[in-house]
């Protein structure tokens, strides 16, 4: 990978911080800060979680025929509520 020099002004307790963890993980600062801009908020993590059979069969069966409205008109049909039917299942737990 290229280097490139790049001066960022942090506190100094902050820099104390990220080197420490760099070190506890055993990894450069550089590594660090890769790893940590590479998956922000756990994206990989949360990746592995996706059930990719499921999302495929969704859509194998959707259809891109169907409106938004068409969707709206036929759950609007649905009665009662559902935050009401949410509060139900919880309080039956």
Same mark, same amino acid.
């Given at each position: 990978?290229?280097?490139?020099?790049?001066?960022?002004?942090?506190?100094?307790?902050?820099?104390?911080?990220?080197?420490?963890?760099?070190?506890?993980?055993?990894?450069?600062?550089?590594?660090?800060?890769?790893?940590?801009?590479?998956?922000?908020?756990g994206?990989?993590?949360?990746?592995?979680?996706?059930?990719?059979?499921?999302?495929?069969?969704?859509?194998?069966? @959707?259809?891109? @025929?169907?409106?938004?409205?068409?969707?709206?008109?036929?759950?609007?049909?649905?009665p009662?509520?559902?935050?009401?039917?949410?509060?139900?299942e919880?309080?039956?737990?």
């Amino acid at each position: 990978m290229e280097s490139q020099t790049v001066t960022i002004q942090i506190a100094l307790q902050t820099a104390a911080l990220l080197q420490a963890k760099a070190d506890a993980e055993g990894v450069t600062l550089d590594e660090l800060l890769l790893l940590t801009f590479e998956a922000p908020n756990g994206a990989k993590e949360a990746e592995a979680l996706l059930d990719e059979s499921y999302i495929a069969q969704c859509a194998a069966e @959707a259809d891109p @025929a169907i409106t938004l409205a068409e969707v709206r008109e036929a759950l609007s049909k649905i009665p009662g509520s559902m935050s009401d039917e949410v509060t139900r299942e919880r309080d039956e737990r």
